[in-house]
């Protein structure tokens, strides 16, 4: 079969950052970048660069950095956000303006209250306009899934005609079926006179857990970009997964004309980066990157599988990264060992500094912990993002004594400031009394919304990593910490949330505009 190439265009850094509570900071969208950049992902929507100076100089971050993709940023029909975004890509070996309105008939008449004729003339205008910081633009026809097909086959020849070379079609509330979706591409490509100008793309929600059908709906039917995020993070129920289409179009290379150019072994790394820096897990029977994706239970299967891999494996869990061979390191393993381990999990500093302060934090794991496991090194990395930022509040130390019978206790000593406070409190267990006793130094006045801690690796000496989701006025962050002790965890993972809390916050939302 011929092999085209299907695009692979990741929004993690921008749909799947609108998850409530997924906001990343600049560092941590850099390495998620980083990342994608090394599994070879084509395109990289690194954010919406007029939402917030944040997401502006993410982009730049992100821009600034990444050389071997395209690094993409999103801007509504306006002046200001193609001028933001021109300017957030300035460094970029490689660039692409995202630019989109609206195009459905409750679109147009409800939110943007527009007509047609103007909305055409607008995306017209913001096309020809992203065109002066760059040839390489793409226009998207929101609520595409909702529109009138007549429209699209209109504005599509328009903004092409005014030099869009992507045109995403996006399902924006997740309402369409795989077979409709897949028919409605076929009938652009087949009506728009000059559809062969421009590369079709699609970009599909999963409010009806159809994201992933729809996308590979539509790429039978000549789509040749699939906007995507990691672990499917993104507004709502999420984003169209892009391990689980990237290994779909692979594994079924018998029925699809195209493949990506994925190095498809940096998936489970992917993942596991973006959900340990989200706080978002995986769920372990998710496709591809959950626990189980590969766990056979049943002794049928199992005897199977050890007779004739094939039996009841249609993917080898190496491809996608799970490698059964986990170098392990300990207290003895040295600065190169941990260095080419970082490298092989796409961890990269930027800074011999850096690499020092975390190979330090290693020793220190390795003596509490004989054997520091992939995951580890994964979380001492996040917990150096954690500490690299310009934090107001620092644990300082913590003692909580626990007995049975007793009020659990915990003496707290925080930096707020550059200010040591101590103070004591009393709780239902270990956890509450340090969380009453940080709220006490801190006042931040959050809700508690979510608490939940893992073992990173098997074993009694795991380091638990703590998630914690906090909400003050209509805002949420996720804190994270790990430590072999998870109260010292969790009292990591509170004083990070606080730390977010604390930042200005000011950020609009892509949809929520005028335009
Ligand atoms: O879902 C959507 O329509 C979007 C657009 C901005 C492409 O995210
Ligand atoms: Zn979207």
Not at 115 to 121: I, N
Not at 257 to 273: M, N, P, W
Not at 426 to 433: L, N, Q
Not at 440 to 463: E, M, P
Request: net charge negative.
């Amino acid at each position: 079969m011929s092999q085209d190439r299907l695009i692979i265009f990741d929004t993690t850094l921008r749909d799947g950052e609108q998850s409530p509570g997924a906001s990343m900071t600049k560092d941590e969208k850099v390495r998620i970048a980083k990342a994608l950049e090394k599994m070879r992902v084509d395109v990289i929507e690194a954010g919406f660069p007029i939402a917030s100076v944040g997401d502006f100089e993410s982009v730049q971050a992100v821009a600034n950095v990444v050389k071997d993709s395209t690094v993409c940023g999103l801007a509504r029909a306006l002046e200001a956000d193609i001028a933001r975004a021109g300017e957030a890509l300035k460094g970029a070996a490689s660039a692409r303006i995202h630019t989109f309105i609206a195009t459905s008939p409750v679109h147009m008449q409800r939110k943007l209250r527009m007509s047609p004729d103007q909305v055409v003339e607008q995306a017209v205008w913001a096309v020809k306009r992203a065109c002066e910081f760059t040839d390489n633009v793409e226009f998207s026809a929101e609520d595409a899934g909702r529109s009138e097909l007549d429209f699209l086959c209109r504005i599509f020849e328009a903004v092409i005609d005014a030099g869009a070379t992507t045109i995403n079609v996006p399902d924006t509330v997740g309402y369409n079926l795989p077979n409709q979706f897949g028919e409605t591409l076929r009938l652009l490509l087949e009506r728009i006179p000059n559809a062969d100008r421009a590369v079709f793309s699609v970009h599909c929600h999963n409010d009806l857990g159809l994201a992933v059908a729809n996308s590979l709906s539509a790429v039978m039917n000549g789509a040749r970009q699939v906007e995507c995020t990691i672990n499917g993070l993104g507004e709502r129920a999420g984003n169209a997964s892009l391990e689980e289409v990237v290994m779909a179009v692979r594994t079924r290379q018998d029925v699809f004309t195209c493949d990506t150019g994925l190095d498809t072994t940096q998936i489970v790394a992917c993942s596991k980066l973006v959900s340990n820096i989200t706080g978002f897990p995986v769920q372990p029977n998710k496709a591809i990157v959950g626990a189980n994706a590969f766990a056979h239970e049943s002794g049928i299967h199992q005897d199977g599988v050890l007779k004739h891999r094939e039996t009841y494996e249609i993917m080898r869990a190496e491809d996608v990264g799970w490698t059964q061979n986990r170098m392990v390191l300990g207290k003895h393993s040295g600065r190169n060992a941990f260095r080419s381990r970082l490298d092989a999990l796409g961890i990269v500093f930027h800074s011999e500094e850096e690499l020092n302060a975390a190979f330090a934090r290693f020793k220190d794991l390795a003596d509490k912990k004989h054997e520091v496991f992939d995951e580890d090194l994964q979380a001492l990395v996040t917990e150096r993002g954690i500490e690299a930022e310009n934090e107001r509040v620092r644990l300082v130390s913590l003692r909580v004594v626990s007995e049975t019978g007793e009020t659990p206790n915990a003496d707290v000593t925080l930096s707020i400031d550059g200010e040591e406070r101590s103070v004591s409190a009393e709780g239902s267990g270990p956890v509450d009394a340090a969380y009453k006793a940080i709220e006490a130094l801190v006042t931040t006045g959050a809700d508690l919304k979510l608490y939940s801690v893992n073992a990173i690796t098997s074993g009694t000496d795991s380091q638990g990593e703590v998630t914690v989701r906090l909400e003050k006025g209509g805002r949420l962050v996720n804190g994270q910490g790990a430590d072999t002790d998870i109260v010292i965890a969790s009292a990591k993972a509170y004083i990070n949330g606080c730390n977010k809390l604390l930042e200005p916050a000011l950020r609009a939302h892509p949809q929520g505009g005028d335009v």
